[in-house]
């Protein structure tokens, strides 16, 4: 069974920085895309970053230059640094696998970053 689990959230001040890591088991990141999406109260879950099966990465436009996604398929790992986060960033980040070889796509149980002085 394909188990992802999020780590690295927290509370943070404008300004500041956060990794996020997803760690999966059961499987090997390298087959699937691997997505960060978040949920801030009261709003649709939103796409924040993708990594692709060979590496191409793609930003929603409001992280853009902030955040950085990447894999490390050894250690079955994806990480999302995040930097010059303000209250906006504040939400519950959820790590997502999705394959269409497989058909398959799981979730992560979500980590809440909150950002505030």
């Known amino acids: 069974q394909v188990q992802l689990v999020e780590s690295g959230g927290g509370l943070v001040q404008p300004g500041g920085s956060l990794r996020l890591s997803c760690a999966v088991s059961?499987?090997?990141?390298?087959?699937?895309?691997m997505n960060w999406y978040r949920q801030a109260p009261g709003k649709q879950r939103e796409l924040v970053s993708t990594?692709?099966?060979?590496?191409?990465?793609n930003y929603a436009d409001s992280v853009k230059g902030r955040f950085t996604i990447s894999r490390d398929n050894a250690k079955n790992t994806v990480h999302l640094q995040m930097s010059s986060l303000n209250s906006e960033d504040t939400a519950v980040y959820y790590c997502?696998?999705?394959?269409?070889?497989?058909?398959?796509?799981?979730w992560g149980q979500g980590t809440q970053v909150t950002v505030s002085s």
């Open positions: 997502n696998a999705r394959s269409a070889v497989f058909g398959a796509e799981y």
């Open positions: 059961g499987s090997t990141t390298r087959f699937y895309a």
């Open positions: 990594i692709t099966s060979s590496g191409s990465t």
